[in-house]
């Protein structure tokens, strides 16, 4: 599995880009993650999606789908679109440093 530098640690990935070790992640390394899906500037909607997508993975073993996100981070699928348009739960599960959800492409 390939290895990368982010914010100066070494960290393991898949093929796709997702932590191999999520415990390996940092709020520190979330500016470099963003900018590489396109994301240059953070709101505190990035954050709360980003943090919730943690600690679902932490509390439940798995991300959150699109539909659970947008019923229950507090931000709408719409808005999860404008903040993540390449796939909310794909993109944010990668900046959270968390495993792909089950079901996304």
């Known amino acids: 599995m390939p290895s990368k530098m982010i914010a100066g640690e070494d960290v ?8 191999v070790h999520p415990e390996q992640w940092k709020e520190d390394m979330v500016p470099d993650l963003a900018k590489e899906e396109g994301i240059d500037t953070l709101t505190d909607q990035h954050w709360q999606v980003i943090h919730f997508m943690r600690k679902e993975y932490l509390e439940k073993g798995e991300g959150p789908t699109v539909r659970v996100l947008g019923k229950t981070s507090g931000v709408s ?3 999860l679109y404008q903040l993540f348009p390449k796939g909310p739960a794909k993109v944010a599960a990668k900046i959270a440093g968390i495993p792909k959800p089950i079901g996304c492409i």
């Not at 393991?12 to 932590?19: I, N, P, S, V, Y």
């Open 12 to 19: 393991e990935l898949t093929d796709d880009g997702f932590f």
């Open 77 to 79: 699928v719409k808005e």
